[in-house]
């Protein structure tokens, strides 16, 4: 069955850091682009971040560039999203893709 689960939201102070999984089953994991996008709260999902099949490249939206970091290891089916310097804007349920896949999304809260 294929499947992406991602993992790692939660609360965290402005300033702070968190780190995103996205776990993949049932397909080539390596074979596939893999990205990141977020949903604020009544707002429409955007594009975060995305890398290639082999992480040699990576793009990321202006809003997060320089403060977050994409990576994968493939042979663990994982992709990550580090995430530093958290601003209160960055508050949403984040999603992974691969393969026109799409997880349930984890949810991150920046608040003091």
């Known amino acids: 069955q294929v499947q992406i689960v991602e993992s790692g939201g939660g609360l965290v102070e402005p300033g702070g850091s968190l780190t995103l999984s996205c776990l993949g089953a049932?397909?080539?994991?390596?074979?596939?682009?893999v990205s990141w996008y977020r949903q604020p709260p009544g707002k429409e999902r955007e594009l975060v971040a995305s890398?290639?099949?082999?992480?040699?490249?990576?793009t990321y939206s202006e809003s997060v560039k320089g403060r977050f970091t994409i990576s994968r290891n493939n042979a663990k089916r994982t992709a990550y999203l580090q995430m530093n310097n958290l601003k209160t804007d960055d508050t949403a349920v984040y999603y992974c893709?691969?393969?026109?896949?799409w997880g349930e999304g984890t949810a991150v809260t920046v608040s003091s």
């Open positions: 893709n691969a393969m026109d896949v």
């Open positions: 049932g397909f080539t994991f390596s074979s596939w682009y």
């Open positions: 890398i290639s099949q082999q992480g040699f490249t990576t």
